[in-house]
Each structure stands twice: as C-alpha cells, then as structure tokens.
C-alpha cells in the first residue's frame, strides 16, 4: 500500500493523537516545537490529503477544519491486508511460473534458431512464462501452421512482454482486485491492463515488420489459449487487434509517442495507486468487506 511522504505521515500522526478536526494554524504550532514550518507549506500538505482522501473539511469561518476521514488502525489494517496479499500472489505467481518453464524445458526442446522451447501438441499456440526462467513456447502445431514471417511477428510479440515485463503489470492489477474487490476501478483493471499489454506488444512485433503477419498468426492461434501465468498471443480480444493490425492509424510525431508512453505507463499502475485513496474512506464509511 502506498505510503505518506514525511510531513504527510507526521501531521496525520498529530491528527489521530489529537482526536479532533484542526485548523492549518493549529497543526503550524503544535508542530512547532519539533520543526519550523511556514502556515503555507502545512496548508499545502493537508490540502494535498484532503484531496488524496486521507482528510475531510469543513468550513470553520474563512479557514478549513481538517480530520482524517479514517482513523490509524483502519490505514494499518488495510496496509497489512495489502501487503499480505501482495506477498501471497506473487510468491505463488512467481513458483506457478517457475514450474511451468521447468516442466516446458523437459518436456520440450530447445530451439535455439527461434529463442523459444518447442513442445509437441497438436493445437498451434505461442505464448510465454516470465520470472526466474523467462520462456517463449512454441507447440509444434504452430511451428506448422505459421510461415516464417508470422512466426517471427509471433515470437516478437511474446519477446515484447518479457521484455515489457508484463506479467508485473497484470500483477498489479490482479493484486488491487483482490484488495478491493468493491471499487468499479478494481473490478475492470485487470482486464483493461490485459488488453493494454497486449496492444503494446502487437506494437512492438510489428515495429520493423508487416503488421499483416502478425494480424493473420493471430487468425491461427486465436482458437489457442495460453494456461496462467502465461501471456499468450493469440488470447485477448484477437478481432479488435487485428482489425487495428489491418487498418493502422497514420504514425505519430515523436512528442506525441513519448506523451502515449508515458501515459500508458501511468494507466498501467493507476489501477492499484488510485485505489489507496478510497480504501481509508471506504474503512470510515463501513463499507470495506470481511477478509
């Protein structure tokens, strides 16, 4: 769970020691024995909290009454619940993953040429195992149902989400669902982040390539589903994307792809720092459910 900067965390202290809503001038000289801070600066903190949702106001004359709208258990709760959760899902993640590249490796071949380990099944299917041992996977079925070129969009493709680290993303995701399963925001990250990676990965497969192959291997291994953790190529919303490999948008100017990759950037881990915010009023508001 995300925590207060400094002078965050000490006026909240002084706040839930105090009991009571407070004046910006009363919080400047309880605080002053300890440090000499401007009205401005503690004005611009609780201002800050009370945007983020850790503090309420009310109107006390011309100035503001601040008092956390969630009292210093209810934060540490939520905060432990966090982390606990956070720790169990990726350490079972993490060995999940573990144990599938391992079994791949033995079950498979390695094909050095490709980048991949190649198993033998009957249905075409590509995807890829991130942690300890990243792994792209290829079935043998693929091998034969994609010429050189798809293949080579679709090994692309799942080399992106290694490199993109992905699978930290969806992590992150899941994680904020499973914390905070009652806000909207929670409900849909995971599959809105799922749908952004995969979009990003299309991107970057077919950066130096021709976005028609990697649109038709995705006709092919559509019909495949990769098992979790796996991010596979062919899984998520395959009619839009290769509608939009098909028909691609004219290229944008270089500050417009910076702007887009910060903003993807920012939308990728907003889902669980965004959801910080209404946990402590949702606590104070009695509407967090029974772990």
Known sequence: ????????????????????????????????????????????????????????????????RYEPTGSRSSYTAVA?????????????????????????RLVGQPAPALGAVLVEHSQPAAYCVAGRQPTVILTTAAVRALDPGQLDAVLAHERAHLVGRHHRLLALARIGREVLPFLPLMRDAEQQVARLVELHADDAATRARDPRLLATALVVLATAAGPAPALAAGATDSVQRIHRLLGPSEPLGRARRQLLRAAAAVLAVTPVLLALTPAVIALALGRLPAA
């Open 1 to 64: 769970m995300r925590r207060f900067g400094e002078l965050e965390a000490v006026i909240m202290d002084r706040l839930w020691d105090q009991g009571r809503a407070m004046l910006v001038r009363e919080m400047v000289e309880d605080l002053r024995d300890d440090r000499a801070l401007a009205y401005t600066t503690v004005m611009t903190v609780m201002e800050n909290l009370h945007r983020k949702g850790w503090l309420r106001r009310e109107r006390d004359g011309r100035a503001w």
């Open 80 to 104: 432990a619940r966090t982390a606990l959760t956070a720790t169990t899902h990726l350490r079972a993640a993490g060995l999940q993953a573990l144990r599938h590249a391992q079994t791949a």
